[in-house]
């Protein structure tokens, strides 16, 4: 009972983390989009990225964690700092891609770099573990997890950034409902993939005495969710502070006009 608790904690752990990873992502790129320079968006773009790679890595690594393996789990330790550079890499030139234009192709190429980073650093972290006897990988499912981040991400990335989510009066239902996609994705991916490596027929970790697990969920499902509620904060405390300090013209240029003066209201009196 006390083990199913904690599979379940640790799943939902990494629904959190996905949850959280992606509000920063579609967030950052948002903010970034408006602006001219294009030097003036490498750091949103970064920390687009970073929020994005991070989390792919934190969900995986609880998503194991939550498996009932009869044997202590570990890591090889070059896989955390490869793994992380190959998805911030991919990340990046996701969101690079999106604050730069909008436009169809842009969507589906930013969609297709998300799913490779995906893929990446799940598949990565299922090899990291020197599993024994060996993975066993069932093809149609590994194919169907492929096929399913290439669409949910794509699809996610235009409820994103379409002229709905924009413009439109209910671009906040578009955005949420770009999130949660995002996150379903990533979620769904990562667990078709797990079923589709055969995990039930191993006995063995080689590299269960170099990075171990247990201290790697904590920082995954304890560390990593703080930083990223943090970080949330400080983008919806920035959202807000632009829209107090600049009141939009109808026709959407923002305008820096004073505040109209207040006439003071005189009382007669006998």
């Known amino acids: 009972m006390v083990a199913g608790n904690w599979s379940v904690l640790l799943w939902s752990m990494a629904v959190i983390v996905a949850m959280l990873s992606s509000h920063l992502f579609i967030a950052w790129i948002r903010r970034a989009q408006g602006l001219q320079r294009p030097r003036d968006a490498i750091g949103p773009a970064a920390v687009s990225g970073g929020a994005l790679a991070v989390g792919l890595s934190s969900a995986m690594v609880l998503a194991l964690g939550a498996e009932r393996l009869a044997f202590p789990l570990g890591y090889r330790w070059p896989a955390l700092p490869l793994l992380l550079v190959v998805a911030f890499a991919l990340s990046l030139g996701a969101a690079w891609s999106l604050i730069r234009r909008q436009s169809l192709p842009a969507l589906a190429g930013a969609g297709l770099l998300m799913a490779l980073a995906s893929l ?14 060996g993975l066993i990988w069932n093809l149609p499912l590994a194919a169907g997890a492929a096929t399913a981040a290439l669409v949910g991400y794509t699809a996610a990335m235009w409820l994103a950034y379409s002229d709905g989510s924009s413009n439109g009066a209910r671009r906040t239902l578009w955005r949420l409902g770009a999130a949660t996609l995002m996150v379903l994705t990533m979620v769904a991916s990562q667990e078709v993939l797990i079923t589709a490596a055969g995990l039930p027929v191993q006995i063995g970790s080689v590299f ?63």
Do not use: C, I, K
């Open 120 to 133: 990446a650093v799940q598949v990565g972290w299922l090899q990291a573990a020197g599993f024994r006897p």
């Open 208 to 270: 269960r005495g170099e990075l171990s697990s247990t201290w790697l969920t904590l920082v995954a499902g304890a560390v990593v969710p703080t930083v990223m509620a943090l970080m949330v904060l400080d983008v919806a405390l920035r959202n807000h502070g632009d829209s107090q300090r600049n009141r939009r013209s109808p026709t959407g240029v923002e305008l820096d006009l004073p505040r109209p003066r207040r006439r003071r209201r005189r009382y007669w009196t006998l």
